[in-house]
């Protein structure tokens, strides 16, 4: 029996021992609410970006955008989570800081022609337009894909541009028009996870923030491009045809070379928008963008 208890005051000695030694060794871990939330430590040898990423793929709630997003925040948000003490990670504030930064309003009439999108004005995530058709045009693929559609008023407009253009020898193909939300937020998720947010925003948009949503843009290309959306575009002859066309048929090249910090945007030589001959002349005239056209400036001025 005696025996026995003094075996028991040994044990409990060592447990008592080996507690404290541990909560010692805790101390200087920065990732401190993985350990806790876990229950096991985190192994020395990997690095904090890794740590950041298991934190976040072990709650299912949050999406994967968010992931890149926290891994490119600085030490300060490592900081601030080993501080916190929180049993869970907590990447919405980070995308609570760029609504806020960005200021971001929801479109109320998506369906109107003059219609601006951008990194700071969103469509609402059910608008799909009522009046989706295919134009009468080549393209670079032949599946029957959401992406062939248009808006009624844009498609009859692109016909007619296709249609001088074959009349000018110049050879163009349709190669992505309507987008729905969905297919955006799979494309800019993607992007996101090869590049990072920051860069994935320059090409391509937020969901809701792609002007494909609307059914007024088409992105076009050529052969001597290998059908692709790439910058050359805007150096061959098909390119440079439509930068000097496409006005006459109601289109802008949306996003131009040297106005990124306007439009938020890289330059897509390639990438069409409806907005009627009016004010695709006027545009076109006074080489000026959408965002320049209605006088809109973004409030985040770190925008591109
Ligand atoms: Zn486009």
């Known amino acids: 029996m005696k ?28 990732a401190e609410g993985y350990e806790e939330a876990h229950g096991n430590e985190v192994e020395d040898s990997i690095d904090e970006d890794l740590k950041e990423v298991d934190i976040i793929e072990e709650d299912s709630d949050i999406e994967e955008e968010d992931i890149i997003v926290v891994i490119e925040e600085t030490q300060e948000t490592e900081i601030n989570e080993g501080n916190n003490n929180s049993n869970t990670a907590t990447p919405p504030v980070v995308d609570n800081n760029t609504e806020v930064k960005r200021n971001i309003v929801t479109i109320e009439d998506p369906q109107d022609i003059l219609v601006l999108v951008n990194k700071e004005r969103t469509l609402p995530s059910d608008y799909v337009p009522s009046d989706l058709v295919i134009p009468n045009i080549s393209f670079s693929f032949s599946e029957d894909l959401p992406k062939k559609y248009m808006r009624k008023i844009a498609a009859d407009a692109l016909e007619d ?5 074959t009349n000018n020898n110049i050879e163009l193909f349709a190669v992505s028009g309507y987008r729905a939300y969905s297919t955006q937020k799979s494309i800019f998720e993607a992007n996101v996870k090869r ?30 491009v290998g059908l692709g959306l790439k910058p050359e575009f805007g150096d061959v002859k098909e390119g440079i045809w439509l930068k000097e066309n496409a006005h006459r048929f109601g289109f802008i090249i949306r996003y131009p070379k040297g106005k990124e910090h306007l ?22 005239a006074s080489d000026i963008t959408l965002e320049e056209y ?10 591109y």
């Open 294 to 303: 209605f006088k809109f400036e973004y409030t985040n001025k770190d925008i």
């Open 195 to 224: 590049q990072g947010e920051r860069e994935a925003n320059k090409t391509s948009a937020f969901p809701g923030q792609s002007e494909h949503q609307t059914g007024l843009a088409m992105d076009v290309s050529s052969r001597s």
């Open 3 to 30: 025996k026995g208890r003094i075996l028991l005051v040994v044990i409990l000695l060592i447990f008592v021992i080996v507690g404290t030694v541990r909560m010692y060794l805790k101390q200087p871990v920065q």
């Open 263 to 284: 439009t938020g945007y890289s330059y897509e030589p390639w990438h069409l928008r409806y907005v009627g001959k009016e004010v695709a002349e006027i545009i076109s």
């Open 161 to 165: 541009l296709f249609k001088e253009a």
